[in-house]
């Protein structure tokens, strides 16, 4: 059975950090994308970003210079440190998983496994 556990959500003060990780298991992701979701309140899940099989990270406008997303040695796990958080990052973020190759790395068609999600929520 595969699993996505995120861990490292939290409260923080506008201008601070957080690193979110997530952990995954039951099979192999060598080849999949990894990468991050977030929904804020009355909004849709929108891309965040994500680390492919290969190593190439692809990040959302809102978070370029911000956050940075990398991927374990053992490619089944995947941080996101941001920093410079702003009120408008607050979320649930979500962990997500390919099962293979993906055309569209910023689509949640994409993604095959999710985790449960994570509360960030930064304070003004």
């Known amino acids: 059975q595969v699993q996505l556990v995120e861990s490292g959500g939290g409260l923080v003060q506008a201008g601070g950090s957080l690193r979110l990780s997530c952990a995954a298991s039951?099979?192999?992701?060598?080849?999949?994308?990894m990468g991050w979701f977030r929904q804020a309140p009355g909004k849709e899940r929108e891309f965040v970003a994500a680390?492919?099989?290969?190593?190439?990270?692809y990040y959302a406008e809102s978070v370029k210079g911000r956050f940075t997303s990398s991927r374990g040695n053992a490619k089944n796990t995947v941080t996101l440190q941001m920093n410079s958080l702003k009120p408008e990052d607050t979320a649930v973020y979500y962990c997500?998983?390919?099962?293979?190759?993906?055309?569209?790395?910023?689509?949640?068609?994409?993604?095959?496994?999710w985790g449960q999600g994570t509360q960030v929520t930064v304070s003004s």
């Open positions: 039951g099979r192999t992701f060598s080849t999949s994308t």
């Open positions: 680390v492919s099989g290969t190593g190439g990270t």
């Open positions: 997500a998983a390919s099962a293979g190759l993906v055309s569209n790395i910023y689509t949640r068609t994409s993604y095959n496994y």
